[in-house]
């Protein structure tokens, strides 16, 4: 990560705080507030307490999530396809000696977020973990609430491949051995992000998205590898059979999720780079929503595009739970295969799904309800589907139902809507026009 955000420092896109900040809610707070002018990264030299930087909405922008995947014309899901075709089966890593000293949990800089938070969160820790019986490296983000220097909860959503790496192990009584990643590399970051089948090696997504091998040197306490450069390392095991109080927190769908027993990590050691920069992400913010929703997309993406013809984009929200499809329709009722393809692409983020044209803004549901409206019905142009379960975490079922729209113009009448444009509107640079050039 470290020469990553030397990249971001050289193209402006780091912006540095020198000023003291409380990483009690103070520096959720500017970082939020940051977040709604820039889509830069936010350094903050000097944390109360804590011996060293926090950075903070690294990944915070579709921009530069599409420069990592090689998507300059910012269509991240045709560019993720055409990198996990190049991944190979397995890992291709290269052991590299790392000097990384030994910290303690308290060292690190408690960031606590929201206000009915039960106290400070790693939001930004990747879990790494092999599976128990064939040893394939799974990746993903899991919140840990911290306890002791010796304990972490963590929150293991139901539908993650972690949860059956764990459940193979509690299964035989053992504990799962993982390392959390705070502050890796992007690659590692991007494909810990990435839903690909549960058997596929997800360190070779990363091999993908660097282009080579990837550098890991050996745990201490646990036999796992570690990319080497990680800034920070907690080692340790997620304990079979016990769940203890975690919560609350402030959730990404934009309310506290309340007290539940979650999952133990006890922790073996902690170990930390030369001059380590700790990575603190907001929760809900777009350093938490983008990244989430360019990895359900593209798994969205790559179902429909595997049985579908005119698949040309895909776009979720996943606070919203929504999720868009742009096609380039090919024959009438092509929307409603789409819709029903898209139902059934991803479990939890698809209480409404969208159809569009190609002439729509995906990323801008004004755009995409402008084409409902204008060009469906809510009669015949609408689907509810009843009864299917949605989102995972729904004891009162408040999930359960899909919605589907098809916003595509009517089939044979598609010249009847062709959007007014200002011939040369494209072209203007409006600094030549106001003398700011
Ligand atoms: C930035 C970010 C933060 C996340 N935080 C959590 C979390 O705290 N708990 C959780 O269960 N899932 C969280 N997720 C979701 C999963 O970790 C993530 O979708 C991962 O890809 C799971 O994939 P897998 O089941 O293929 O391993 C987060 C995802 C992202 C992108």
Known sequence: MRAYLDSLRAAGDLHVVRREVDPKHELAAVTAAFQTRHDGAILFETVRGAPMPVVSNVYGSRRRLC???????LAFCPAWDRLLARAPERAELQEATAVRRRIALSDLPHVTYFEKDAGPYITAGILLAGHPETGVPNLSFHRAM??????????????????RYQRAAEAKGEALEAAMLIGA??????????????????????????????????CET??????????????????????????????????????????????TAATACADPVYHALVCGSPEDLIPLETAIAAKVYRHLNATLPGIVDVSCNPQ??????????QYEGHARHVLMAAFGAH?????????TDEDVDIHDLNDVWWAFVTRGRADTRS????????????????????????ATKP??????????????????DLAEWLNEA
């Not at 036999?223 to 080692?235: F, H, K, N, R, Y």
């Not at 479990?347 to 159809?355: A, L, N």
């Open 67 to 73: 420069a990592l995947v090689g998507a300059p014309d």
């Open 146 to 163: 911290h306890v002791s220097d010796g304990e972490l909860r963590i929150r293991i959503g139901s539908s993650h491949d972690l949860t």
């Open 347 to 355: 479990r939890d983020y698809s209480k409404t799904c969208m159809v």
């Open 320 to 329: 919203l739970l929504n999720t868009v499809v742009k096609i380039d329709k």
């Open 185 to 218: 590399a992007p690659e590692i970051f991007l494909a810990a992000c990435a839903s690909i089948p549960p058997d596929a090696d997800e360190l070779a997504v990363a091999n993908a998205v660097a282009g080579g091998p990837i550098a890991v040197t050996p």
């Open 411 to 428: 089939w044979g009448r598609e010249a009847e809507f062709e959007r007014k444009r200002i011939p040369g509107g494209d072209a203007v």
């Open 222 to 267: 646990v036999g796992l590898s570690i990319p080497a450069d990680t800034q920070i390392v907690i080692e340790g095991r997620i304990l079979p059979h016990e769940r203890r109080p975690e919560g609350p927190f402030g959730e990404f769908m934009g309310y506290y999720v309340p007290e539940e027993d979650n999952h133990v990590f006890e922790v």
């Open 383 to 406: 689907l509810v589907v009843p009864d299917v379960p949605g989102f995972y975490r729904d004891p009162h079922k408040d999930h359960w139902g899909r919605l589907g729209i098809d």
